[in-house]
DNA sequence: CAGGATCCATGCTGATACTG
DNA sequence: CAGTATCAGCATGGATCCTG
């Protein structure tokens, strides 16, 4: 379900009823390869996290975006956030956040 | 940090302050090999989630239980968990838990 | 009982090139 | 712009056998 190396890192970019064009995620999220993008977003795609908005244009446009469902998620990875936060004030290791 | 087929059901089983053996969990867990099982304990205890406790007898005891980190994970992932049982109460598809 | 060691299959991941 | 196709590499996962 959220397996996958960038799920998290795309939901983040779409918290708070965001809404982002694929060239918008490759940009904010430069690491990743459009194959592993377009995969992953299919993937939550059918599992009902997020929504494609397909805009009958030329040049193309998509949009991405969170479903209901998908927003449901918000206040569990905040959870998740501050629980990893937590360990920085416990053991003060620099490393950043990988959930 | 929590990636891994295996952690998160570990987790559950450790959740509440549970103790349990090498044997416990491979009892709990039948699918997992006996490899995976060590495996992502063993990264666990390196990430300060799993306490591993050695009783020095013949035959020998181990014991796994959470860290006080770990038990601060407990709220996140139940959170995660009704997120994913609010799935079935809107769309009624009968898959099972797999965050 | 609680692992360690080994070998092997799979799959995830990424780089690159191409398309409607 | 928003993808698809293909190929290669490495990590992950698993079965089996062995040990203090």
Redesign the interface.
């Given at each position: 379900?959220?397996?996958g190396r960038w799920k998290l890192i795309i939901l983040f970019h779409l918290f708070g009823g965001n809404v982002m064009r694929f060239s918008d995620l490759e940009r904010a999220i430069p690491a990743v390869s459009q194959k592993m993008l377009i995969q992953q977003l299919r993937q939550m795609e059918n599992d009902?996290i997020v929504r494609r908005i397909v805009h009958h244009q030329v040049p193309p446009k998509v949009e991405y975006r969170l479903t209901?469902?998908g927003q449901?998620?918000c206040?569990?990875l905040d959870?998740?956030l501050?629980?990893?936060a937590?360990?920085e004030e416990?053991?003060a290791s620099g490393t950043s956040s990988?959930?």
């Open positions: 379900m959220l397996e009902g209901e469902w449901a998620l206040p569990a959870a998740l501050s629980w990893a937590l360990r416990m053991t990988d959930i």
